[in-house]
């Protein structure tokens, strides 16, 4: 594939799909002038918003475009922040973590996943959708400075660090949107 736009304003996101998606595409191209294309997510699953993304970017653009929609699964909090975690109360990062913190206060179940839905879209051709995971559990508290989103409180099954205190490299080989992307990749091929 020659050109490959990465359905996201975040800069943090394209940085980390860069690493994921190296050699499956020539140019990987970061549109944040696309994001001005507001993209109603009214679907009911990852899957339809990933791919309600995709489907916008590449008619807006003209080029192929891979979007993803994913969220922090918390068992005691019965799945939640979920298909809502980027909006689930107003603020930036920051908020959001103490925002879970404060919620899992008391609770003694702190396992959780991350799930992402990779949707790569290729205009007048196909939509391929791929679910991912990452499972692991939450902190007590934030650690790491590297990543974004709930990073900093969400331990990997395997690992004793945080998403935010493992090197890039480490992440995006384990991360729930690798995972997708492994997938895609095995329909491609």
Request: net charge neutral; charged share 30%.
């Amino acid at each position: 594939m020659k050109k490959l736009i990465i359905a996201t304003a975040n800069k943090g996101k394209y940085d980390e799909f860069v690493n994921i998606v190296k050699g499956f595409a020539d140019e990987i191209i970061f549109a944040p002038e696309i994001a001005r294309l507001i993209v109603d997510e009214t679907g009911k699953t990852y899957a339809e918003n990933s791919m309600l993304k995709a489907r916008a970017w590449a008619e807006k653009s003209g080029f192929p475009c891979l979007a993803d929609d994913s969220g922090l699964e918390v068992n005691a909090l019965d799945g939640a922040p979920g298909l809502y975690s980027a909006r689930i109360i107003p603020g930036n990062d920051k908020d959001k973590v103490s925002w879970l913190l404060s919620q899992l206060e008391g609770k003694t179940d702190r396992k959780a996943r991350f799930v992402a839905a990779l949707a790569l879209c290729v205009p007048g051709k196909f939509t391929l959708i791929c679910e991912g995971e990452c499972k692991g559990e939450i902190a007590h508290y934030q650690f790491g400075k590297n990543g974004f989103g709930y990073d900093p409180v969400f331990i990997p099954d395997g690992y004793n660090l945080t998403f935010a205190e493992l090197s890039s490299d480490v992440k995006n080989k384990i991360s729930h949107r690798a995972d997708a992307f492994r997938k895609i990749l095995e329909f491609v091929k």
